[in-house]
T-cell receptor, first 115, second 110 residues
Framework: EAGVVQSPRYKIIEKKQPVAFWCNPISGHNTLYWYRQNLGQGPELLIRYENEEAVDDSQLPKDRFSAERLKGVDSTLKIQPAELGDSAVYLC?????????????FGPGTRLTVL | GQNIDQPTEMTATEGAIVQINCTYQTSGFNGLFWYQQHAGEAPTFLSYNVLDGLEEKGRFSSFLSRSKGYSYLLLKELQMKDSASYLCAVRRTGANNLFFGTGTRLTVIP
């Protein structure tokens, strides 16, 4: 079974440019998460979707970040405009409800560098 | 809010045993997870504790004491491939979000 797929794996942009990340969760997983992980830190939640509904976006900087999950499967996360401090790894994770542990499965991440 | 503390770095010898501690303060505790993350890769699930006690999975074991807000991950018979960051994460009641510590970077030396 394929895991969580993310693209691109790496992205380098200049500040003030827009950027978008794409995530395809594990088939059948209703819940999808976007995290940001700074160097030497643990992941921090940006937004959580249950199917197509964003049920927790309290940590998403809404002035420049947006996300969508049309049809409750794939998701995109966008930053416009990017700032130097946005350099980080953006991780997508998915989860299937009602399993033994309800653990989250992570994708490999997109490493963003803003110059 | 929640506060999760774990050591930043640890070093251990191949074949030895290492214990990585995690302390947490949170309201509405509903489980503690340990994840392994190799450099440049995705975090992968290692273990889950929601009740007090020890959960064993091969070379890895995880312990939880809810009254003390304390957990540890025990790695036995260390191998070079165990060099990675180990992330402690807490889940709260009513939410399925995980709150991660900063991670412990373990280096296994020959």
């Amino acid at each position: 079974e394929a895991g969580v797929v993310q693209s691109p794996r790496y992205k380098i942009i200049e500040k003030k440019q827009p950027v978008a990340f794409w995530c395809n969760p594990i088939s059948g997983h209703n819940t999808l998460y976007w995290y940001r992980q700074n160097l030497g830190q643990g992941p921090e939640l940006l937004i959580r979707y249950e199917n197509e509904e964003a049920v927790d976006d309290s940590q998403l900087p809404k002035d420049r970040f947006s996300a969508e999950r049309l049809k409750g499967v794939d998701s995109t996360l966008k930053i416009q405009p990017a700032e130097l401090g946005d350099s980080a790894v953006y991780l997508c994770a998915s989860r299937q409800r009602d399993t033994d542990y309800n653990e989250q499965f992570f994708g490999p991440g997109t490493r963003l560098t803003v110059l | 809010g929640q506060n999760i503390d774990q050591p930043t770095e640890m070093t251990a010898t191949e074949g030895a045993i290492v214990q990585i501690n995690c302390t947490y303060q949170t309201s509405g505790f509903n489980g503690l997870f340990w994840y392994q993350q190799h450099a440049g890769e995705a975090p992968t699930f290692l273990s889950y504790n929601v009740l007090d006690g020890l959960e064993e999975k091969g070379r890895f074991s995880s312990f939880l004491s809810r009254s003390k807000g304390y957990s540890y991950l025990l790695l036995k018979e260390l191998q070079m491939k165990d060099s990675a960051s180990y992330l402690c994460a807490v889940r709260r009641t009513g939410a399925n979000n995980l709150f991660f510590g900063t991670g412990t970077r373990l280096t296994v030396i020959p």
